[in-house]
């Protein structure tokens, strides 16, 4: 009896290609003869013709998505976003709340929320530089960002401050004016992460489009998670921390060789003082250090990291809570210094680079909820028990920074 491999999946991206618009470009009388006549039921009705074209079309849903940087892109299928996400799919009542209540309460993991299961993790510059064509404006992607921010701290500074209730030289640092803008309607290189799976899932079903699409993942939108300690090695506190560790090591030994006598006693002096730091990172809020590691010309040199403020008790501090909807949202910030490659694409590249050989090679940036909209009026009658509504994750709503974006795109141009 003849057999057809992956029949179910090439009759799925096939009837998924013609509804979107293929059937027009087909110029192939005899095969379109050969889908009019094609039936699931009688093999002998897929033509070496037909099942060609079908394999065609799964071939491009088994490669990982075309990029350029002239054009946002978008997943065609949950089978080409699974070249870097590990995916969860959740089409039932039961299947969601198993799955709340497994995340509601957690700490430790980072989500996002976003209402289109095919939109990939662009930050909202990135959309913005690739479709107003600002790569053609003669103004690079770096002195882009210096104008958003030079114009961020002329007019919100005394805003940040107030709200921070603080005045000392770290609170109004690029980083933090990035944040705060990223919140009120300017677009800039961070993307929105938070530490509350209720609150993601909010930003994936606000403005959602109900409508089910012409492919099967139009029907979703999507929550994604990172636990935090996978991300730790990027994380900017433990890359400051570790810079001062290693600069305060290397002073350390400078200064004990310079002091000791002998060997003897340089080797005494390198077990008592093992453990001590060089920097006392108490003294190191208002220094001016983090103002000047979050520069955003020495930021534009790290591809990817994240900037949280949730360790309390650490001297480490971003001021990224001055707004209040950060506040509220528990908001996080991944930053991602190319003009136009996704979040997940260049966290891809960055962990081939620097992967050791007894790293796996079968990587994936985060995972991945898929959860089908139908369960849209579920969801959000659940998160208004929970308190989560728009007055809570909004309640500075009425400020709107859009205009630093087109001052400084008319600066550029």
Same mark, same amino acid.
């Given at each position: 009896?003849?057999?057809?491999?992956?029949?179910?999946?090439?009759?799925?991206?096939?009837?998924?290609?013609? =509804?979107?618009?293929?059937?027009?470009?087909?110029?192939?009388?005899?095969?379109?003869?050969?889908?009019?006549?094609?039936?699931?039921?009688?093999?002998?009705?897929?033509?070496?013709?037909?099942?060609?074209?079908?394999?065609?079309?799964?071939?491009?849903?088994?490669?990982?998505?075309?990029?350029?940087?002239? &054009?946002?892109?978008?997943?065609?299928?949950?089978?080409?976003?699974?070249?870097?996400?590990?995916?969860?799919?959740?089409?039932?009542?039961?299947?969601? !709340?198993?799955?709340?209540?497994?995340?509601?309460?957690?700490?430790?993991?980072?989500?996002? %929320?976003? =209402?289109?299961?095919?939109? =990939?993790?662009?930050?909202?510059?990135? =959309?913005?530089?690739?479709? !107003?064509?600002?790569?053609?404006?003669?103004?690079?992607?770096?002195?882009?960002?210096?104008?958003?921010?030079?114009?961020?701290?002329?007019?919100?500074?005394?805003?940040?401050?107030?709200?921070?209730?603080?005045?000392?030289?770290?609170?109004?640092?690029?980083?933090?004016?990035?944040?705060?803008?990223? &919140?009120?309607?300017? +677009?800039? +290189?961070?993307?929105?992460?938070?530490?509350?799976?209720?609150?993601?899932?909010?930003?994936?079903?606000?403005?959602?489009?109900?409508?089910? %699409?012409?492919?099967?993942?139009?029907?979703?939108?999507?929550?994604?998670?990172?636990?935090?300690?996978?991300?730790?090695? %990027?994380?900017?506190?433990?890359?400051?921390?570790?810079?001062?560790?290693?600069?305060?090591?290397?002073?350390?030994?400078?200064?004990?060789?310079?002091?000791?006598?002998?060997?003897?006693?340089?080797?005494?002096?390198?077990?008592?003082?093992?453990?001590?730091?060089?920097?006392?990172?108490?003294?190191?809020?208002?220094?001016?250090?983090?103002?000047?590691?979050?520069?955003?010309?020495?930021?534009?040199?790290?591809?990817?990291?994240?900037?949280?403020?949730?360790?309390?008790?650490?001297?480490?501090?971003?001021?990224?809570?001055?707004?209040?909807?950060?506040?509220?949202?528990?908001?996080?910030?991944?930053?991602?210094?190319?003009?136009?490659?996704?979040?997940?694409?260049?966290?891809?590249?960055?962990?081939?680079?620097?992967?050791?050989?007894? !790293? +796996?090679?079968?990587?994936?940036?985060?995972?991945?909820?898929?959860?089908?909209?139908?369960?849209?009026?579920?969801?959000?009658?659940?998160?208004?028990?929970?308190?989560?509504?728009? !007055?809570?994750?909004? +309640?500075?709503?009425?400020?709107?920074?859009?205009?630093?974006?087109?001052?400084?795109?008319?600066?550029?141009?």
């Amino acid at each position: 009896m003849r057999k057809i491999s992956n029949l179910d999946l090439k009759e799925q991206f096939t009837n998924e290609f013609l =509804r979107s618009g293929g059937l027009e470009a087909i110029r192939d009388v005899e095969l379109l003869n050969d889908l009019i006549n094609y039936n699931r039921n009688d093999l002998s009705t897929v033509t070496p013709r037909l099942n060609a074209f079908m394999l065609s079309i799964l071939g491009s849903h088994m490669t990982p998505q075309y990029f350029s940087n002239e &054009h946002i892109s978008d997943y065609d299928s949950f089978l080409q976003k699974s070249y870097l996400f590990d995916q969860e799919q959740i089409d039932t009542e039961a299947h969601f !709340d198993k799955v709340y209540e497994e995340l509601k309460n957690k700490t430790d993991m980072l989500f996002r %929320g976003q =209402r289109e299961a095919r939109w =990939r993790l662009y930050s909202t510059l990135q =959309r913005f530089w690739i479709w !107003d064509k600002l790569n053609e404006s003669g103004t690079g992607y770096l002195e882009f960002l210096q104008k958003i921010i030079s114009s961020g701290k002329s007019e919100h500074t005394k805003v940040i401050e107030e709200i921070l209730e603080e005045n000392h030289i770290d609170v109004i640092n690029d980083i933090a004016v990035l944040g705060f803008l990223q &919140h009120h309607g300017t +677009p800039t +290189p961070l993307l929105d992460w938070t530490y509350s799976f209720q609150n993601a899932l909010f930003f994936g079903t606000d403005g959602i489009e109900p409508n089910p %699409g012409m492919k099967e993942i139009d029907n979703y939108f999507s929550v994604y998670s990172i636990q935090e300690n996978d991300f730790g090695q %990027g994380g900017m506190r433990k890359i400051i921390s570790d810079s001062l560790k290693s600069v305060g090591d290397e002073l350390k030994l400078a200064f004990m060789e310079k002091i000791a006598e002998d060997k003897d006693e340089l080797k005494k002096m390198k077990e008592h003082f093992e453990e001590r730091s060089f920097f006392d990172e108490k003294r190191i809020k208002g220094s001016g250090l983090i103002s000047h590691m979050t520069k955003i010309e020495n930021l534009i040199n790290i591809p990817v990291t994240y900037f949280s403020d949730n360790e309390s008790d650490s001297q480490l501090i971003f001021s990224l809570t001055n707004s209040n909807n950060i506040k509220n949202q528990k908001g996080v910030f991944t930053w991602n210094a190319d003009p136009s490659k996704p979040l997940e694409m260049k966290g891809n590249e960055q962990y081939n680079e620097s992967r050791l050989e007894n !790293d +796996p090679e079968d990587y994936r940036f985060s995972g991945c909820y898929n959860i089908n909209k139908k369960l849209v009026p579920y969801i959000l009658e659940k998160l208004k028990k929970d308190g989560i509504t728009r !007055d809570f994750i909004y +309640p500075d709503s009425d400020l709107n920074t859009w205009n630093i974006y087109e001052n400084s795109k008319k600066a550029s141009t």
